[in-house]
């Protein structure tokens, strides 16, 4: 069943106004474009649900990346779904659960997918890459880079050990 | 914008699965054959293989890595001018992986891939995926906001924290 016409440039105008909103800082019309506030986000597993959790989720980021600003790439829009290619663009000036601030800057391309059950939207899926931040801020390393490699062989002695000797045993 | 043909969408839909399920069968040629143009984008680490060739290989090193990779789609959707996968990528670390020696650990990985059209000719495969699930499942990384991912990124990098811990006192 094809998606209206209609429908789909109102789902997307909602979109646009909800990234609009958090590139202002602007939490309460952020807030208003749900009908039901929901994040999720797949990397870590982490959810916030109802609009208490999903401002107290704005208020730490904007702490810890106060300039963050979002551009949007790309809107794939389906029957029941926008989904938003976009890069994320910030300072961490903050900060962020007991990590403190850094002062450096991050920039990271990401997915998220904008549920819809009719015109109402009822979360907001994130796809994106921890580890590109982390090496951003300057608190992981490449795994297959000559320091991370070496980092990797001080921090975790025991599962590299077994690989090598998994390696020279071929088992 | 114009509502998509349904027998476009039935031809794109056709394709992903075989895509997938090739994959799955470690018939790799038949996935090479998916593609009108074959080019993957993997967004977390930057690499793009284009062409046969390019792509040849990458579907080399990482079966060579993980020998029993396997995917299950979760759900899809239809675009315009792409087809976008949520899916479940599952294999065993049995072989290196670059330079890392297999470690003999399983990993489970939720990935969104959009697979990009042209009519109905498959262009690219463009994948957002997250780095550490992997290398954590696969022991070679720790969560950095976890207890001991805290004290491990303070032995490893005592300056970049030392620089926070500093500018948070100073206020500056």
Redesign the interface.
Same mark, same amino acid.
């Given at each position: 069943m094809a998606l209206l016409e209609t429908s789909a440039t109102r789902r997307e105008e909602l979109v646009r106004k909800h990234v609009d909103a958090e590139n202002a800082a602007d939490y309460e019309t952020a807030l208003a474009t749900f009908q039901h506030p929901r994040y999720e986000y797949v990397a870590t597993d982490e959810v916030y649900d109802g609009a208490e959790e999903v401002m107290a989720h704005w208020k730490e980021l904007d702490k810890a990346f106060p300039d963050q600003q979002i551009e949007i790439t790309k809107l794939h829009t389906s029957d029941d779904a926008v989904l938003m290619e976009a890069i994320a663009r910030g300072t961490h000036t903050g900060p962020y659960r007991g990590l403190p601030p850094t002062g450096r800057k991050m920039e990271q391309q990401f997915l998220a997918i904008f549920v819809f059950e009719g015109d109402a939207l009822v979360c907001e899926r994130v796809y994106y890459d921890t580890a590109t931040v982390l090496q951003q801020l300057g608190i992981a390393r490449e795994p297959t880079s000559v320091t991370g490699r070496l980092e990797t062989a001080a921090s975790h002695p025991l599962t590299i050990g077994r690989g090598i000797v998994r390696r020279v045993i071929g088992r | 914008?114009a509502? !998509?043909n349904?027998l476009t969408r039935k031809k794109r839909e056709e394709i992903v699965r075989e895509h997938m399920d090739s994959e799955n069968r470690h018939e790799f040629d038949a996935t090479l054959d998916t593609f009108g143009h074959p080019r993957y984008e993997l967004? #977390?680490t930057g690499e793009i293989y284009d062409g046969t060739e390019e792509v040849s290989g990458y579907y080399d090193d990482t079966r060579r890595a993980f020998p029993d990779q396997r995917n299950e789609l979760l759900a899809l959707?239809? #675009?315009?001018d792409?087809v !976008?996968v949520?899916a479940v990528v599952r294999g065993t670390h049995k072989g290196?992986l670059?330079?890392?020696?297999? $470690?003999?650990r399983e990993f489970e990985l939720?990935?969104?891939a959009?697979f990009m059209f042209d009519g109905d000719e498959l262009t690219c495969e463009r994948v957002?995926?997250?780095?550490? $699930?992997v290398?954590r499942q !696969?022991?070679? #990384?720790r969560d950095? !906001?976890s207890l001991t991912g805290?004290l491990?990124?303070l %032995? $490893?990098?005592p300056w $970049?924290?030392g620089?926070? %811990?500093v500018?948070?006192v100073t206020g500056r």
């Amino acid at each position: 069943m094809a998606l209206l016409e209609t429908s789909a440039t109102r789902r997307e105008e909602l979109v646009r106004k909800h990234v609009d909103a958090e590139n202002a800082a602007d939490y309460e019309t952020a807030l208003a474009t749900f009908q039901h506030p929901r994040y999720e986000y797949v990397a870590t597993d982490e959810v916030y649900d109802g609009a208490e959790e999903v401002m107290a989720h704005w208020k730490e980021l904007d702490k810890a990346f106060p300039d963050q600003q979002i551009e949007i790439t790309k809107l794939h829009t389906s029957d029941d779904a926008v989904l938003m290619e976009a890069i994320a663009r910030g300072t961490h000036t903050g900060p962020y659960r007991g990590l403190p601030p850094t002062g450096r800057k991050m920039e990271q391309q990401f997915l998220a997918i904008f549920v819809f059950e009719g015109d109402a939207l009822v979360c907001e899926r994130v796809y994106y890459d921890t580890a590109t931040v982390l090496q951003q801020l300057g608190i992981a390393r490449e795994p297959t880079s000559v320091t991370g490699r070496l980092e990797t062989a001080a921090s975790h002695p025991l599962t590299i050990g077994r690989g090598i000797v998994r390696r020279v045993i071929g088992r | 914008m114009a509502p !998509l043909n349904p027998l476009t969408r039935k031809k794109r839909e056709e394709i992903v699965r075989e895509h997938m399920d090739s994959e799955n069968r470690h018939e790799f040629d038949a996935t090479l054959d998916t593609f009108g143009h074959p080019r993957y984008e993997l967004i #977390a680490t930057g690499e793009i293989y284009d062409g046969t060739e390019e792509v040849s290989g990458y579907y080399d090193d990482t079966r060579r890595a993980f020998p029993d990779q396997r995917n299950e789609l979760l759900a899809l959707h239809h #675009a315009d001018d792409a087809v !976008l996968v949520e899916a479940v990528v599952r294999g065993t670390h049995k072989g290196p992986l670059r330079s890392l020696p297999p $470690t003999g650990r399983e990993f489970e990985l939720p990935i969104l891939a959009i697979f990009m059209f042209d009519g109905d000719e498959l262009t690219c495969e463009r994948v957002y995926f997250d780095q550490l $699930t992997v290398l954590r499942q !696969l022991g070679i #990384a720790r969560d950095p !906001l976890s207890l001991t991912g805290r004290l491990q990124t303070l %032995v $490893t990098h005592p300056w $970049t924290i030392g620089r926070g %811990v500093v500018r948070r006192v100073t206020g500056r």
